[in-house]
């Protein structure tokens, strides 16, 4: 059974998701987007725990988009847990947040993240951005070979 490629966007702020999920739209990025509010509910989303234990530990999100200042479990936190495990340590995940602060992009790539993505704050900004971003990482980039089991 084939696993339907998804995208998992890990976003506490209401209007930066529909936002993304417009300009995804807007852009048609067809595959499906899950959103989840906080750090520890992306952990457990990709985990398959807590709410999501249920979930198909082979239905790994073909990307992450990771806001970094989030409630419960902050972005880099969360980047550090997906390294670590084997299962997800090749799994994309782009920063997409409003830090510009270097030392919050150092750390995003210390720890493994794919790239990392400013929010711009013009909207025809942020809709080149998603549209770019889409293209590369669903179209253009190849996805890494699945990492070993749990």
């Known amino acids: 059974m084939s696993v339907e490629r998804h995208i998992l966007l890990v976003e506490d702020n209401d209007d930066d ?27 457990d989303y ?27 479990v902050g972005g880099l936190e969360v980047l550090t847990q997906i390294r670590q495990e084997p299962r997800t ?26 790239s990392y993505i400013r929010k711009p704050i013009d909207f025809s900004q942020f809709m080149d951005a998603v549209n770019s971003l889409g293209l590369y990482w669903l179209v253009l980039n190849e996805a890494p070979p699945p990492a070993a089991e749990w």
């Not at 048609?28 to 899950?34: C, D, G, L, T």
């Not at 999100?61 to 989030?70: M, S």
């Not at 090749?90 to 493994?112: C, E, F, H, M, W």
């Open 17 to 43: 998701v529909q936002l993304t999920l417009r300009a995804l739209r807007l852009h048609h990025v067809v595959n499906r987007v899950e959103v989840v509010g906080d750090g520890a509910d992306a952990l």
């Open 46 to 72: 990709l985990f398959c725990r807590g709410a999501y234990v249920g979930r198909d530990r082979k239905d790994l999100p073909q990307l992450v988009l990771l806001d970094l200042k989030l409630p419960k």
């Open 89 to 114: 340590k090749r799994l994309p995940v782009v920063i997409l947040t409003s830090s510009n602060t270097q030392a919050d992009v150092a750390k995003s790539y210390d720890l493994g993240a794919n």
